[in-house]
């Protein structure tokens, strides 16, 4: 095997494998006959390519899906696509097209577009589906679930159906959330989190009330003021009449600071005092002179935050208003088209931002403008063309989510949420607030709305084909029919009144598409093979599913089922920049997955976002992402040590051997079956961030300490049993963590375990059971304390700046309790590289010295007898002694505690550094003998560096000759076989014709030189 890793081509390598062996077909193959595991595939917009969110996604989603794999279950885990909806239709718009209305789609012809729409979500499917599989994510591409597909188009129907004989779909006129762009309805849910920040004009206006005074109203949305039907005012407010500028002003008390200058207030009176008032119209346009316009109440709806506690109420263009006017039986005038244009004089076909000026102007000519201000305030916006919307009063299609809303609470507790807080906290009250959900749409591309009406009055709702084409006046063909406009709204259906029925022009609301997969992916109704396996185990998605395609699943899946859509469901954040920063193109920091795959390897990706915590936002940073690719070199060079030894020895796993195991070798796999039964639970309970670390954390913690450990076992001559216990040990355990890491890096754990075992693929494996009996605690608790110690040790060499490659006399351990470091003694001495092990308390120096601004005042000219006296004294007795009598007799001179002052010193010639169980302590200087072994040390370096450089084989010996200076020629003299034998050489002193190169160690200049 090479000895750099090249993830990426390894990656190819493996994938053009899977293909030619055909390894995912023949996995499912294998788990036919397993328990089921329905995975429900939230299925991605088709509209471009595949983004750092989804590869975050899917990574998550294959994870869980190869355990379940390993497991043994026959996992369903169909690929699904959400193909229709206004981002395709705008897309195409913009790039077939090349406008931005429907008028000019139905002048290119509906057919034609829907054509454009339907190859444009195909098109965008596959590159997508290449993308993510380009990422190693097996899902079923070949037979994805497509919701453009009329079989999936009849299971949505199905869901309509069962929700109209529930008596749970209705049509009604109502206020809601309209694109002028689009033309279309939009659900409040849609709106929720796509406000953003405008500009707009705030006016001031005087509505004229009776006696000549004025109330005073305001409002950021000055083109709703034809629509005025009532002023709304608290009951329980204060409010005033005042004089301002020559006029009798009413307005709340507590905002008269909106008035510029002096005021006079006449009267003070509560709210409740205007009910009923009349007033005159605010502009003198036809429409006002049909509307009654009075003040009213409207508690819930004035506050005293903003404005002047007094409401503009146009019920036909606000949602509150609408309640309002529906309380007190306003007219609701909403006089604005599908395109957000006026159709009323004298702002007939003005876009109604456009009209704000005008009707500003209409206002102050009238003499009723007090003032205008700038705001800026956050307004709704489409999600998908990002065009201001606008409230506006239309007929929809509703599903009365609001009468099931208890039902919708308790199947919400049926569901594991990970984390649970999310089911319990944010999506149970989104549930408690549900609304009724406007499912039509005034659109093409998407799923028709499935109910046809006669003249009569009668209205039919269809749930199937075979029901369609039972119902239709013509014949159709039940394989061939094409649900999408404009072929559906040819057939007709017979009437009871003998009449024929004609298919209401709305489509539906794409998250019903999306919400109706739990059982569309099985292919119910048409089928009821798979329905068995309802409702789905297992889905997970980003956080804006909560008010999404989990809420969508939940509301179909009650109305239509009966039941959850999901048992469990992972819920993850979104993925941002290093700076917390949503990516975006325009600020330039959006990271492309394939690229990344590219350049690191899919699996470092993986690896790399695998690891953060999923509930929280991942911040993609490049540095994380390199410290990941450390990780698998790190582990890829542990394979290149453990492959090179065993092949030199001839090892085969699938023999026996004589072992002797040593303390590290049962250390390590005593490790490995803790990581083992420490995964498996973390897979339990879909914690894919403590999964990855436990696994990086073993990946570190096998190569510093195992490895480093066992490197001079490896080269005993002979069938040596402490030998072979090495290759047995990393056999063991690097297998079983291919195995383990099979659903993080799916490629790089097939190379692993093809290079190890020999054997076909890692994912035919079954899923690693931890040795229960080979997992020792206390070893590993021991361990633990010994690397703690090893690495207190490595950092008060550090402070002596002694090199870790020279040799120390001692480390001595001074522990707070008793210590165990039974069986790890040998293995800190090694790791030390010291030559004595001892545990015991190292005496401190006490030094003492007189307080002299305590003792000043008492004993005066007596000082300076008093500093020689305790010069003599044993400061460690004195301590001892005011430690228990708070008080010394020092010759004539008694001293009280704050007389002295007392400091406690290392002892000269030790470094120490302190962990939580104790103290360690180095000497700080070599003595001449360890300073030789040291000098060989850095020899040995330099010869195994240049042997790396030549390409070397391991076992190969060759001439080694060192020039020198007499002083340092004696350090390789004294230490000649331990070079020899730690660099496969032969020592000779002098020059030499061969590969030379000229080395400065700790100041001697050294030349040696290697001919092999």
């Not at 885990?77 to 913009?94: C, F, N, S, T, Y």
């Not at 870790?804 to 790890?824: E, F, H, S």
Request: overall charge neutral.
């Amino acid at each position: 095997m090479p000895k750099q890793l090249n993830l990426p081509k390894l990656e190819e390598e493996v994938q053009k494998y899977w293909d030619e062996k055909n390894i995912f077909r023949r996995v499912c193959e294998q788990r036919r006959g397993g328990k089921k595991f329905y995975f429900c595939q939230g299925p991605p917009f088709t509209t471009g390519q595949a983004h750092i969110g989804h590869a975050w996604n899917h990574a998550i989603k294959d994870l869980i899906l190869r355990y379940k794999t390993m497991q043994g279950f026959d996992v369903f885990r169909r690929a699904g696509w959400d193909m229709h909806g206004l981002p395709i239709e705008v897309k195409v718009e913009e790039e077939v097209l090349k406008s931005r209305s429907k008028k000019d789609i139905e002048e290119f012809g509906v057919d034609n577009f829907i054509a454009e729409c339907k190859k444009f979500a195909i098109r965008n499917m596959n590159a997508m589906a290449g993308q993510i599989k380009r990422l190693g994510v097996w899902l079923d591409w070949d037979d994805p679930y497509q919701t453009i597909d009329c079989r999936y188009m009849e299971s949505v129907w199905y869901g309509i159906k069962k929700a109209h004989e529930k008596g749970l779909l209705y049509c009604d006129k109502k206020v809601i959330h309209w694109c002028p762009r689009c033309e279309t309805a939009m659900a409040g849910y849609e709106v929720k989190d796509e406000y953003r920040d405008v500009t707009d004009d705030s006016v001031y206006v005087k509505a004229k009330i009776s006696g000549g005074e004025y109330i005073l109203i305001w409002t950021t949305t000055p083109w709703t003021l034809p629509s005025n039907a009532a002023i709304a005012v608290h009951p329980d407010f204060d409010y005033v009449r005042a004089r301002y500028n020559g006029e009798t002003l009413i307005l709340a008390k507590e905002r008269l600071g909106v008035l510029d200058g002096d005021c006079e207030v006449i009267e003070t009176f509560k709210g409740k005092k205007l009910e009923g008032v009349k007033y005159e119209a605010i502009l003198d346009i036809p429409l006002q002179k049909e509307i009654k316009r009075k003040i009213v109440m409207a508690p819930e709806l004035v506050t005293l935050e903003e404005g002047v506690g007094c409401v503009h109420i146009a019920p036909g263009h606000g949602q509150e208003d609408a309640i309002v006017g529906k309380k007190y039986d306003l007219q609701k005038p909403s006089p604005v088209d599908e395109s957000g244009k006026f159709n009323i004089e004298p702002y007939k076909g003005i876009y109604i931002r456009d009209a704000n000026q005008m009707v500003i102007r209409h206002l102050d000519e009238a003499g009723r403008l007090l003032k205008k201000e700038k705001i800026t305030h956050r307004y709704p916006h489409c999600w998908r063309c990002k065009t201001p919307l606008l409230l506006r009063s239309t007929k929809q299609w509703f599903i009365a989510v609001s009468k099931i809303k208890d039902e919708l609470i308790a199947n919400n507790k049926k569901i594991q949420w990970v984390p649970e807080s999310i089911g319990s906290g944010r999506f149970e009250n989104w549930l408690s607030q549900a609304e009724d959900w406007c499912i039509s749409r005034q659109r093409y591309w998407n799923t028709p709305l499935p109910v046809w009406c006669c003249g009569c009055g009668e209205i039919r709702v269809i749930g199937s084909i075979r029901e369609l084409a039972a119902e239709s006046a013509e014949t159709i063909d039940k394989d061939k029919i094409d649900l999408h406009m404009p072929e559906i709204d040819k057939v007709k259906l017979k009437c009871k009144c003998n009449g024929e029925m004609s298919r209401v022009r709305d489509v539906i609301d794409v998250w019903l598409d999306s919400g109706s997969a739990s059982w569309a992916n099985l292919g119910y109704p048409a089928s009821e093979e798979k329905i068995g396996m309802f409702p789905a185990d297992f889905i997970t998605e980003g956080s804006d599913q909560t008010r999404g395609w989990f809420y969508s699943m939940l509301v179909c899946g009650t109305i239509a089922m009966d039941a959850v859509a999901y048992k469990k469901v992972l819920y993850h954040g979104f993925t941002l920049d290093a700076d917390g920063k949503k990516m975006s193109k325009s600020l330039g920091n959006v990271v492309d997955p394939i690229e990344i795959a590219e350049k690191y390897g899919a699996d470092s990706l993986r690896f790399y976002m695998l690891m953060a915590v999923p509930w929280d936002d991942l911040r993609f940073s490049m540095e994380g992402l390199e410290s990941v690719n450390r990780t698998i070199n790190i582990l890829w060079n542990t394979l290149s040590f453990a492959k090179t030894y065993m092949e030199l020895d001839g090892f085969d796993p699938k023999k026996e051997y004589k072992l002797r195991f040593e303390t590290e070798d049962l250390w390590i796999i005593s490790r490995f079956n803790s990581l083992v039964k420490n995964t498996t639970a973390s897979f339990e309970s879909a914690h894919p961030h403590e999964i990855t670390r436990q696994i990086s954390d073993f990946i570190i913690e096998f190569s510093r300490w195992y490895v480093k450990l066992v490197r001079d076992r490896v080269w005993i001559p002979g069938d040596d049993p402490r030998k072979f216990s090495v290759h047995y040990t990393m056999n063991y355990v690097l297998s079983g963590l291919a195995k383990l890491m099979a659903p993080v890096t799916p490629h790089l754990s097939e190379h692993v375990f093809r290079e190890l075992a020999g054997e076909e693929s890692v994912h035919f494996c079954a899923w690693p059971a931890a040795e229960e009996g080979r997992i020792d605690d206390g070893l590993e608790r021991r361990m633990a304390t010994a690397q703690k110690i090893i690495e207190c040790a490595a950092a008060a060499r550090q402070s002596a700046d002694i090199k870790l490659r020279w040799p120390i006399k001692r480390v001595v351990v001074a522990p707070k309790t008793a210590l165990d470091m039974k069986g790890t003694e040998d293995i800190i001495l090694k790791l030390c590289n010291a030559k004595n092990l001892e545990t015991k308390d190292i005496k401190m120096d006490v030094i003492v010295k007189p307080n002299f601004q305590s003792i000043g005042p008492k004993f005066k000219k007596d000082m300076g007898k008093i500093a020689a006296l305790l010069a003599k004294s044993d400061a460690a007795k004195l301590l001892k002694d005011m430690g228990k009598n708070k008080k010394i007799k020092l010759v004539d001179f008694e001293l009280a505690e704050g007389d002295l002052l007392f400091e406690t010193k290392m002892p000269q010639g030790l470094v120490a550094e302190e962990f939580d169980e104790g103290v360690v302590y180095i000497d700080e200087k070599l003595d001449e003998e360890l300073y030789s072994e040291a000098m060989s040390r850095e020899v040995i370096r330099r010869i195994q560096e240049m042997r790396k450089d030549m390409k070397l084989k391991e076992l190969e010996i060759v001439d080694v000759s060192v020039s020198c200076k007499k002083d340092f020629e004696k350090y390789v003299t004294e230490n000649k076989e331990s070079i020899e034998g730690e660099t496969r050489s032969k020592i000779r002193h002098g020059k030499a014709k061969g590969f030379s190169r000229k080395w400065e160690i700790e100041g001697n200049t050294v030349d040696i030189t290697i001919k092999n």
